[in-house]
Antibody
Framework: EVQLVESGGGLVKSGGSLRLSCSASGLTFNTYMMNWVRQAPGKGLEWVSAISTSSSYIYYADSVKGRFTVSRDNARKSLYLQLNNLRADDTAVYYC?????????????WGQGTLVTVSS | SYALTQPPSVSVAPGQTATISCGGDDIGSKSVHWYQQKPGQAPVLVVDNDGDRPSGIPERLSGSKSGNTATLTISRVEAGDEAAYYCQQWHSGSDHVVFGGGTKLTVL
């Protein structure tokens, strides 16, 4: 059974930092592109970042570029998201999700999410 | 920036057919995927590559694409289909993943 488990969320003040983690099991982690997707309270899904299998290609949404950094450790089957200079509008549940080998592929597996709350 | 446009809400009686549209200027260039999300839960992939169903998804759910619009069709709607539905596509022009704004399906 595939499992993705996010951790690291919490309450942080505006301008602060957090590091989210996503631990994978039940899949060959190094063959999957990985993504972060967030969902603000009562709002829709927003893609945040994607990272290729070997970390050679990394993409960010315009809303987080320059503030967030994605990385992965294939040996540890883990995905990370460093969130810096946080703002109130970064408050959301953050999900990690797989997207196969290609950018076009669907997000087949999702974690249950971790909540980040940014207070002003 | 590239956007996918969905109706905010769709209502349908049990047993009827629900159609949810997803419009985009470049939608024909890449595959469209659809997700179902129930309150308090993570999204679930229900249709990928425009019209394929992942294992375990009922045949009542189907996807299609024509021109600038992709469509999710749910036949013989049940109470358990009540959820938010999102379309998604990779936009190569911007190297971004794009989600539609979501459609809340209400079963009357």
């Amino acid at each position: 059974e595939v499992q993705l488990v996010e951790s690291g969320g919490g309450l942080v003040k505006s301008g602060g930092s957090l590091r989210l983690s996503c631990s994978a099991s039940g899949l060959t982690f190094n063959t999957y592109m990985m993504n972060w997707v967030r969902q603000a309270p009562g709002k829709g899904l927003e893609w945040v970042s994607a990272i290729s299998t070997s970390s050679s290609y990394i993409y960010y949404a315009d809303s987080v570029k320059g503030r967030f950094t994605v990385s992965r450790d294939n040996a540890r089957k883990s995905l990370y998201l460093q969130l810096n200079n946080l703002r109130a509008d970064d408050t959301a549940v953050y999900y990690c999700a797989t997207s196969g080998r290609g950018y076009e592929e669907a997000f087949e597996y999702w974690g249950q999410g971790t909540l980040v709350t940014v207070s002003s | 920036s590239y956007a996918l446009t969905q109706p905010p809400s769709v209502s349908v009686a049990p047993g009827q057919t629900a159609t949810i549209s997803c419009g985009g200027d470049d939608i024909g260039s890449k595959s469209v995927h659809w997700y179902q999300q129930k309150p308090g839960q993570a999204p679930v992939l229900v249709v990928d590559n425009d019209g394929d169903r992942p294992s375990g998804i009922p045949e009542r759910l189907s996807g299609s694409k024509s021109g600038n619009t992709a469509t999710l069709t749910i036949s013989r709607v049940e109470a358990g289909d009540e959820a938010a539905y999102y379309c998604q596509q990779w936009h190569s022009g911007s190297d971004h993943v794009v989600f539609g704004g979501g459609t809340k399906l209400t079963v009357l």
